[in-house]
């Protein structure tokens, strides 16, 4: 038994699950910074922090898969994103507060800076009294404030030219007091293991000698529809919840769960909750798997082609491609291979041709199929052909309308054209018209109707235009016949 084949391919595993003779294992490699669980099926986080700090000059917050070195106010990451460098506020007053700039002169310090005016006159918090500023000199110029584009949690980026998220922990750690998260638009904070967060969201109090850590837990969590949770730490407890979604209970603070999604879905949105000290689920909650569609594949109906005239067992098959939504070069499949061709040959016979059309991103896949029959050359076969038609011309009349009922005509293969000679309504003179209708199928085998048009002349009014004579006069016999071949 394959156990790896349950779960879309996960089996018991969190992670990847290797099928083995007569049993499994799991491995945590799809999930980079983590390793395997005790209990040989989940995948626990690796704190990088606990080891040389992760290599951070200052702080290191560990998250589920990799830590990330945080710098103090007044300092930024270096190129190495592990070291902690001073901020130089003076080179670029735009990254300070507008109420907080200096109108004078900028002194660069450690960590801050400091803004002086040459009469020494300075506020308490270090910058000019707007009171006691010169006309103008040493004064900044107004910038237009381009953040006022971007919504909240953004910040308009002059080089990119576009809003970028705002780093919100990049400055006084957010308000927190301990770890600050940063996320798209917004941030929220957290506390370190024996402390829950307070009312204020940003402080964090210790927790009570009564209150063990392991007695806190946080309720269940349900996924979105479709989707499973991946956590942090082992799960306690995997059960169904509602809307066909993977229900999973953990018991301990500081797990991270993030929300993935199953082949043949994707994720919109974001959905990441960490397990807070007080027992609540703090974090983003608004992401969704959304499926990707089922490739669509329409194929043709049975394709009847025939030999031509001149063939005795072999002819030339071009197959018309069957409608999809997907590329026909990379992600259609056919069997036999050499259909795909523009034209291949194929004997009397017929032949079962299936196409399997795949999606490149959920590997969904639509199939169909249907059989191409070469049949022996026939000419297509006359199911009507009408009778002589007779009519005769009265009055002063020289001619006279004819109307009939036109020739039908079926094939083995379909009939592609129609030629005529004449079409109902023609005007007719006195005598007999041969008309004739010749169908052509696309193997270019064809056949005819022919039939007659009689037109009479009425004998009384034929006799009152022509001049008495003795001499006796006859008719012609009217013909009533039809051929076709």
């Not at 999930?31 to 626990?44: F, S, V």
């Not at 190129?79 to 735009?94: G, H, I, M, P, S």
């Not at 009939?415 to 018209?433: L, R, W, Y």
Request: charged share 20%; net charge negative; glycine share 8%.
């Amino acid at each position: 038994v394959n156990e790896c084949l349950l779960r879309n391919g996960h089996g018991p595993c969190q992670d990847t699950c290797i099928n083995t003779w007569s049993s499994y294992r799991c491995t945590c490699d799809g999930l980079p910074g983590t390793r395997l669980a005790a209990d040989g099926h989940t995948c626990e986080d690796i704190d990088e922090c606990t080891v040389n700090n992760g290599g951070c000059s200052h702080t290191c917050l560990n998250t589920l898969g990799r830590a990330f070195c945080v710098c103090p106010e007044g300092y930024m990451l270096d190129e190495d994103w592990k070291t902690c460098v001073d901020v130089d506020e003076c080179a670029n007053q735009r990254s300070i507060a507008t109420e907080h700039r200096c109108h004078g002169r900028c002194i660069n310090t450690i960590g801050s800076y400091r803004c002086e005016q040459s009469d020494d006159r300075l506020e308490q918090d270090g910058r000019a009294d707007a009171a006691d500023r010169t006309d103008g000199v040493g004064v900044e110029q107004e910038q237009p404030d381009y953040d006022t584009l971007c919504p909240i949690g953004y910040h308009f980026n002059t080089t990119m030219g576009d809003c970028q998220d705002t780093n919100e922990c990049s400055v006084t750690n957010g308000g927190c007091q301990q770890h600050c998260i940063n996320s798209d638009g917004s941030y929220y904070c957290s506390c370190k293991y024996g402390f829950k967060l307070d009312v204020d969201k940003r402080s964090c109090l210790v927790l009570n000698d009564s209150l063990r850590l392991a007695d806190i837990a946080c309720p269940p969590l349900f996924p979105p529809r479709h989707g499973y949770l991946e956590c942090s730490r082992p799960i306690d407890e995997i059960a169904d919840g509602p809307n066909g979604g993977s229900l999973k209970i953990t018991n301990r603070p500081g797990s991270q769960c993030i929300l993935k999604c199953p082949t043949g879905y994707r994720l919109e949105g974001k959905f990441s909750k960490i397990c807070g000290t007080t027992g609540e689920w703090i974090g983003d909650e608004n992401g969704t798997c959304i499926r990707y569609p089922q490739p669509k594949l329409i194929c043709p109906t049975s394709v009847n082609v025939e030999l031509h005239p001149n063939e005795t067992e072999t002819t030339t098959v071009r197959l018309r491609r069957p409608e999809t939504d997907v590329s026909w070069e990379r992600d259609v499949l056919v069997e036999p291979y050499w259909v795909k061709k523009d034209s291949f040959p194929l004997p009397l016979g017929s032949l079962n041709v299936s196409y399997t059309a795949r999606h490149p991103v959920s590997k969904l896949h639509t199939e169909c199929s249907f059989f191409v029959n070469v049949l022996p050359g026939s000419p297509p076969r006359v199911d009507f052909c009408p009778d002589t038609q007779v009519y005769t011309i009265e009055g002063r009349h020289q001619s006279v309308k004819a109307t009939w009922e036109e020739p039908v005509f079926s094939d083995n293969v379909g009939v592609v054209t129609i030629t005529k000679s004449n079409s109902p309504g023609t005007d007719f003179g006195a005598g007999s018209h041969l008309i004739t209708y010749e169908a052509h199928d696309d193997a270019e085998w064809k056949s005819k109707c022919v039939f007659k048009i009689v037109v009479n002349v009425n004998p009384d009014q034929q006799q009152q235009q022509q001049q008495p004579t003795a001499q006796s006069h006859f008719q012609l016999p009217i013909l009533y016949n039809r051929f076709y071949f």
